[in-house]
RNA sequence: UCCGCGAUAGCUCAAUGGUAGAGCAAUCGGCUGUUAACCGAUAGGUUGUAGGUUCGAGUCCUACUCGCGGAGCCA
């Protein structure tokens, strides 16, 4: 493929160029006119002049929003076009003319555009968040890298459920009931005792009939786990890894920041290390602002928004009561009532992005709690293997893709953190 | 699953129980530096579905369908 990408213009200035893309929109008076250009990378603008060339001029009134075109012009550089520089046009060619494009440049409601979501994802903004997920996807790889993380994808297809609370997706797995993963979680950890230190990252499923801004039923888990890392040495790990994402973002995806009008001073705010609160500590700090709330309870969505409110950074919420998180969460020695799990609040009322904590490796005690939560303790026999053989203190935890897009851009809702949202009720396009 | 709100032109929305309207999009025309360009004209409707009250229903009542927001659960 011939051409230049929009935003490598600026390395081209008098040359003559190809731009490969889309008409985005046109403007222009009787004898000029500017069409507006993407391709993906950002936006730019075709000059064209009638006194100078009317045949291109003519023809070129004809291109309708959306058809994609081959823009052949030469590069200026023009602080009023979109990007800064424009193209100079001296010839297109049409490689597919649209009709009738319904998605238009005015307002449209969320039922409109969600219908057409295939569509909605090519304008500005919902590009710009994408480009943002991206960026986020990446520095994670970086981030673990960096810190001799071995990427280890968990199964998609499982036989039972991980933590057997959730509601499960059930597929006929050519004729035995399997379910999709709502975690990598038990995976991880084999794969950590293994190779020390291993995240996985992939589509976990929730069926779950939640209708919130923060949920959808298939979601996007950066997990990680790591042999020999105790919860201070996990929430360490997670805070860095926050920080760094923030960074990166903020290093390469200021243009997007600015399409979305993101307030950045709220990123930029985020320094090490995050606030730590205890669980105990937090429900105190809850009944001190006047809020009804007895210690054992999980704390709503409200609750930890108010928390949040109190700091400009993610905060840990840790030591959790024991009886209100998963069967696998190891007890402080210290206060057996609690475990040592930490749940990461964004900011800015964007609620939990992290869950994690020690795990327990200690074979009798798993046992037990298998048997205390009601699971089938011959479908968690390899994964007591793991206490068997070799067993180690290890902690780990999940960071939901979405909501950290969500927190980052400044979005009201995760559906437009992902390409093609699943959510309760609509699974179209 | 529960609570609340909504559905009128392609889109976004108006319309005391009394002739369904505007902006944008579309189509046609005008305009030599536009920025969701602008200006003029044309066309565009079984008011979500079914029933009811009324002389008369977009408007009031009932049911249903679909959607949105929130709760619970979680990331």
Same mark, same amino acid.
């Given at each position: ?52 060339? @009317? ?20 590069? *200026?550089?023009?602080?009023?076009? %979109? ?18 494009? %319904? ?20 304008? =500005? ?9 991206? *960026? ?5 790889? *970086?981030? +673990? ?9 968990? =199964?998609?297809?499982? @036989? ?40 996985? +990252?992939? %589509? ?70 995050? @606030? ?37 950074? %993610? ?5 959790? =009561? ?10 402080? @020695? ?77 979005? *009201? ?6 390409? +093609? ?9």
């Amino acid at each position: 493929m011939d051409g230049v990408l929009i935003k490598n213009l600026s390395a081209h200035v008098g040359e003559e160029v190809t731009i490969n893309g889309w008409l985005y929109n046109r403007r222009g008076s009787g004898k000029i006119q500017f069409l507006i250009l993407r391709d993906g990378t950002g936006l730019t603008q075709g000059v064209l002049v009638k006194g100078e060339k @009317p045949e291109l001029f003519d023809d070129a009134k004809k291109i309708s929003q959306e058809s994609s075109v081959r823009v052949t012009g030469v590069v *200026e550089e023009n602080p009023k076009s %979109p990007g800064g520089f424009e193209l100079q046009v001296n010839n297109i060619e049409v490689v597919s003319q649209t009709e009738d494009y %319904p998605v238009t440049l005015k307002e449209h409601g969320v039922e409109f555009l969600a219908d057409r979501r295939h569509l909605w994802i090519r304008t =500005p903004k919902q590009s710009a968040i994408l480009r943002i997920r991206s *960026e986020v996807e990446m520095a994670a790889h *970086e981030f +673990f890298y960096q810190n001799d993380f071995i990427q280890a994808d968990a =199964p998609i297809i499982t @036989p039972n459920a991980c933590e057997g609370t959730t509601t499960l997706f059930e597929i006929d797995y050519h004729g035995d009931p399997a379910y999709l993963s709502q975690s990598g979680q038990l995976y991880n950890e084999a794969n950590a005792m293994a190779l020390g230190r291993v995240y996985c +990252f992939g %589509p976990v499923f929730r069926a779950e009939k939640s209708k919130t801004r923060r949920h959808l039923m298939e979601f996007w888990m950066i997990e990680a786990e790591a042999a020999y890392f105790n919860n201070e040495d996990n929430m360490k790990l997670q805070e860095e890894m926050v920080s760094h994402i923030i960074k990166r973002v903020l290093k390469n995806r200021s243009a997007e920041l600015e399409v979305l009008k993101r307030d950045t001073s709220k990123l930029e705010a985020v320094q090490l290390p995050f @606030p730590r609160l205890s669980y105990t500590e937090a429900v105190e700090l809850l009944q001190k602002k006047g809020h009804e709330f007895n210690w054992g309870d999980d704390f709503g969505a409200p609750d930890e928004t108010v928390i949040s409110e109190e700091y400009n950074a %993610p905060v840990f919420i840790h030591r959790f =009561p024991t009886n209100i998180k998963a069967f696998y969460m190891k007890p402080d @020695p210290d206060d057996e009532n609690v475990v040592l799990g930490a749940d990461l609040i964004a900011p800015e009322g964007y609620g939990e992005i992290i869950g994690g904590g020690q795990r327990i490796d200690e074979l009798e005690m798993l046992e037990q709690r298998l048997e205390e939560h009601q699971l089938p303790k011959e479908e968690f026999e390899w994964y007591l293997d793991l206490r068997r053989y070799g067993s180690v203190p290890h902690s780990g935890f999940g960071l939901g893709l979405e909501r950290l897009v969500a927190w980052i851009c400044g979005l *009201e809702h995760v559906r437009e953190t992902i390409p +093609f949202p699943r959510m309760l009720y609509r699974m179209h396009p």
